[in-house]
């Protein structure tokens, strides 16, 4: 048995820990580039109480707002402020894609070269020599897990893809995860970051990299998942609802980081870089249909691959129990989820105006992404299209 497991130097958990923001911060640094996303904090009420926190604690701090899911141009403009206003410090508070801004900002700080250097697929993929400054990831949502990952995803407009800057060093130093940040999250995007958080679970336990520590964090979130994400959806502030949804979360993002992803990841990397569709939407579209495919091919194998068994765990804790066969067990579970995303109403592809005639040069490249190649089945073109054509609608 071989594997690495990797985390946060320290990981905090649990309602109202935010209020420590600034003694913990002061730890690190004297002036933060302030990472933040233009809502969440406003409507939480918590962004005067964070400026207030941060002056008592005597740190300075310069702030970026994060519109929109980050691409190359925006990380240079980021980590160019940041250099400009001598930030030794990066905070960043809000959903996946203004954590994931600030963590490859806090990489750039310290290293040479531009994010194109590092990004991989797309860019030259080179290895981060220094440590990153010091990054503190306080999430607003639940689902991304991006506040314990050692991967930041960017968007590149050019290629019309997404890539990871991926490095060990990337990984915050401190994982600040208070559950009533997400109190004031909207059902649908309760929805869209949830699947996101479930789908981590899901592709981490049946990827080809799957291993002993991730395997424990998988079962226990995709439990948590299960009962608590419609609770969260119909009801914002359930308490115990929302703090499960919190460290399911967690717990995908520290799957996913040290055992990889899979196909629907595989293919989210690539409609998320070419159509307006978020990260979350994209998965969620994939799911049921990427599923379906992977029980399918790894059903013919039973006998000898034991990932197709996994399947069937997934379906037992998704339902609470198992059912009298394994089969009926796996097809209830499939059912489970389907009926999530209707729940949800997540809209098909097509709804994001991807074509038919789209999908052959989707799945090209898809089969490229990295998420793909710990995906349980190596697919062919035309098993990917099937997928896809699935999920168009
Ligand atoms: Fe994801």
Known sequence: MNFEFTTPNRIIFGRGHFAEIGNIAQNFGKKALLVTGRQALKTSGKIEMLKEILAKNGIEFSHFIVSAEPEIKTVELAAT????????????????????????????LTNEGELLDYLEVIGRG????????????????????????????????????????????????????????????????????????????????????SQPLTDLLCRDGISRIARSLSRAYKNGNDQEAREDMALASLE???????????????????????????????????????????????????????????????????????????????????????ELTNLFQIPLLAHFGVKPNDLPEIARKAAQASSMKANPITFFQEELVSILQKALG
Do not use: M
Request: a neutral charge.
């Open 126 to 209: 080179q290895l981060l020599r220094k440590p990153a400054a010091s990054f503190i990831a306080v999430p607003t949502t639940a689902g991304t897990g991006s506040e314990v990952t050692n991967n930041a995803v960017i968007k590149d407009p050019a290629s019309q893809r997404k890539a990871s800057f991926r490095s060990p060093h990337l990984l915050p130093r401190v994982a600040l995860i208070d559950p009533e940040l997400t109190y004031s999250l909207p059902p649908a995007i309760t929805a869209q970051t949830g699947l996101d958080g479930l789908i981590h679970l899901i592709e981490a336990y049946t990827s080809k990299r």
């Open 81 to 108: 402020k940041a250099r400009e206003e001598n930030c030794d410090l990066v905070i960043g508070i809000g959903g996946g894609s203004v954590l994931d801004l600030a963590k490859a900002v806090a990489g750039l």
């Open 252 to 338: 995908g993002g520290l799957a996913l980081s040290n055992s990889g992803l899979g196909a629907v990841h595989g293919f989210a990397a690539v409609l998320g870089g070419s159509y307006p569709i978020p990260h979350g939407l994209a998965c969620a579209s994939l799911l049921p249909y990427v599923l379906e495919a992977n029980v399918q091919a790894l059903r013919a194998e039973r006998a000898t691959n034991p990932i197709f068994h996994r399947y069937e765990e997934i379906a037992e804790w998704l339902l609470g129990k198992p059912l009298k066969t394994g089969d009926e067990t796996i097809e209830a579970g499939l059912r489970f989820i389907r």
